[in-house]
């Protein structure tokens, strides 16, 4: 467990006028969205209920266009809402989840939407990575839209997390969706993916960085009799792969150590004939102080280092533009927010929250980095994320909207 500085504010003891969510509306509505299959790229149907959801209680919903023509040929809709608060000069917090999941998984022993609930655990692809945390935020707004809060909430259902560019928190920061917002919760499930063993209710205030190296290699071509003759850019390709994966990382005090991870080689495949390309991808997490420049030089110089024959591009993953970037950040520990969340752990919860950091990456760095904003996650927990039997605990999806809710009217207050 990583605790809390010891510099970190007292915690606040007075309560406040925070609503209590619905316990069995939330858990209904998480039900709901499970049943609607939604893997990226294909979120129209679970996007409507969402609107339609919000328009019903009158929180005025709005269609956020999401359009990706050049790599993906991506369109879709993120979903956005807003409570006015009465202090112009108030913080404007940010709500944000997303209701795509992985593709549908085939080891699936029941229907993979079923929603089914038993002995506390409610089942479905995206059940936990994040429909739970999305159902979190939406009766937390729900009730929150009941008080007179100072400050405004801004609630973010969105597209395409599980996707290759995170295109629908992207197209928020591109089209200054978000530009008046002070900080942002994201409710993804935490702990399952902490740097350290966490239990909930926890509080996680950074994340680790994410680049994808897309290297060329170029041998010499040659008949497969005779190799020597030719330069096998398969067999460099592994050496270099070899190399990467036992590469020097950073170091951070709070995000740990950065990790390198080659993920595919592919070249060759004709008869009896040296291979004269190959391609190389490669994962690489990041901590704060690692840049793209720094990334690229040291791959480039562990290529120098080896003498390979092979002429050797080092270059990243082609994106719809230079700027998605999935960068760390660390969000302090004694941040108005991240004092409100922990102490509306101990209104609702009755104890302290646990403080971490996430090892991957998501649409919390691209608020965290590209946007800038103090952004903490915290979300409900389960197991089998991205798998056949995933869960997320229903009574943990309650406790969180509860948390969220009392921690705006402590931070917008």
């Known amino acids: ?56 209680r009158g929180h ?7 359009s990706e023509p050049d790599i993906t040929g991506y369109e879709g809709d993120n979903v956005v809402a807003r409570i006015e608060g009465s202090d112009p000069d108030a ?34 692809q995206g059940a936990c990575d994040m429909k739970g945390g999305v159902a979190s935020i939406m009766t937390a707004f729900d009730a929150l839209a009941e008080l007179d809060l100072a400050g405004d909430v801004l609630l973010t259902v969105v597209v395409d997390e599980e996707g290759p ?13 978000v530009d008046d917002c002070d900080a942002a919760v994201v409710t993804e499930p935490g702990p399952i993916l902490a740097q350290e063993d966490l239990d909930n209710p926890a509080l996680l205030l950074g994340a680790r960085g994410r680049f994808l190296y897309d ?37 951070h005090p709070k995000l740990g150590s950065g990790s390198v991870c080659p993920l595919s080689i592919e070249g060759g495949g004709q008869t009896l004939s040296v291979p004269e390309r190959a391609n190389l991808m490669v994962d690489r997490h990041v ?5 793209q420049t720094d990334v690229r030089e040291q791959a480039e110089a562990l290529v120098d280092d080896l003498g390979l024959e092979s ?3 080092i270059d990243f993953r082609e994106a719809p533009s230079d700027d998605i970037l999935y960068g760390p950040y660390v969000t302090d520990e004694d941040h108005p927010l991240v004092t409100s969340l922990a102490d509306a752990t101990r209104a609702v919860s009755g104890v302290d929250p646990e403080y971490g950091y996430f090892s991957s990456v998501g649409d919390f760095n691209y608020l965290g980095d590209r946007a800038d904003l ?25 406790e969180v909207a509860d948390i969220i809710a009392d921690a705006a009217v402590r931070f917008l207050r």
């Not at 901590?287 to 840049?291: K, M």
């Not at 103090?374 to 309650?398: L, M, S």
Request: one cysteine or more.
């Open 287 to 291: 901590v704060v102080g690692e840049s």
């Open 215 to 251: 290297i060329e290699i170029e041998g010499r071509a040659a008949h497969g009799s005779q190799p020597e003759t030719g330069v096998n850019a398969v067999v460099e390709a592994g050496r270099l792969a070899e190399a990467l994966d036992g590469m020097e990382t950073g170091d």
């Open 91 to 124: 913080p404007t917090l940010l709500l944000n989840g997303h209701v795509d999941t992985v593709q549908l998984v085939e080891d699936w022993e029941e229907d993979p939407c079923s929603g089914r609930i038993e002995d506390g655990k409610l089942y479905g």
């Open 374 to 398: 103090p952004t903490v996650i915290v979300g409900p927990d389960g197991e089998n994320i991205h798998g056949a039997g995933e869960f997320v605990y229903t009574d943990e999806v309650v």
């Open 1 to 56: 467990m990583t605790e809390a500085a010891d510099d970190v504010p007292a915690a606040d003891t007075s309560t406040v006028d925070a609503p209590t969510v619905d316990a069995d509306e939330t858990v209904d509505l998480l039900q709901e969205m499970v049943r609607i299959p939604s893997p990226y790229f294909e979120e129209a149907e679970v996007i409507e209920y969402v609107y339609d959801w919000l328009d019903e």
């Open 165 to 177: 560019y995170g295109l629908g928190t992207d197209r928020l920061i591109r089209d200054g969706v």
């Open 60 to 66: 005025d919903p709005e269609y956020h266009h999401v």
């Open 311 to 313: 002429d050797v591009d």
